[in-house]
């Protein structure tokens, strides 16, 4: 059970430094007007990443938390 919820861990962090990574290309591309570049970034799997982290264990585990401190989206 603590390999599995190892594992799952690993795989968030993952995405997560993936999602930062692609981000900061786009950043990049589009500073330095490279067009060609900023059009392969893909939004929509930007969009689902964030979302599946908060609708995911990230969210139990320091997401966003709401004014009544409860966890918000």
């Not at 594992?7 to 067009?35: G, H, P, R, Y």
């Amino acid at each position: 059970m603590l390999e599995k919820k190892k594992q799952s861990m690993l795989a968030e962090k993952a995405a997560k430094e993936k999602m930062v990574a692609d981000f900061m290309l786009f950043i990049e591309a589009i500073e330095k007007n490279d067009t060609e570049t900023a059009q392969k970034f893909d939004e929509n799997a930007m969009k689902d990443t964030i979302l599946s982290m908060m609708e995911g264990g990230w969210r139990q585990n320091g997401g966003f938390a709401a004014h009544n401190g409860g966890k918000q989206a």
